[in-house]
């Protein structure tokens, strides 16, 4: 079993920055990838970003140039440092593990940006 805690979400205005952290504990093979999810209200989810252990990584176009994704594999953590903050950014954001071909999910939290 694996768990995902993510922390990091809150209100910033337009042009601001927030930092997202993502841990994960459980299970943990060796070869993973993790990621960020987003859901806007109305909308489905979609891939922000994800991350391979080796560090390659991959960015939906909406957020290229303005979020890095990175993680940490000693301590299982994934980060999302989103700057340039837009209000269409607003929405859920979920962090995932995924290993074996299972999907793990966070519970989500909350990122909303005043205009």
């Known amino acids: 079993q694996v768990q995902l805690v993510e922390s990091g979400g809150g209100l910033v205005q337009a042009g601001g920055s927030l930092r997202l952290s993502c841990a994960a504990s459980?299970?943990?093979?060796?070869?993973?990838?993790m990621g960020w999810y987003r859901q806007a209200p109305g909308k489905q989810r979609e891939l922000v970003a994800r991350i391979t252990r080796d560090g390659m990584s991959n960015y939906a176009d909406s957020v290229k140039g303005r979020f890095t994704i990175s993680r940490d594999n000693a301590k299982n953590t994934v980060y999302l440092q989103m700057n340039s903050l837009k209000p269409e950014d607003t929405a859920v954001f979920y962090c995932?593990?995924?290993?074996?071909?299972?999907?793990?999910w966070g519970q989500g939290t909350l990122v909303t940006v005043s205009s």
């Open positions: 995932n593990l995924n290993q074996l071909l299972r999907n793990y």
């Open positions: 459980g299970s943990i093979f060796s070869s993973n990838v």
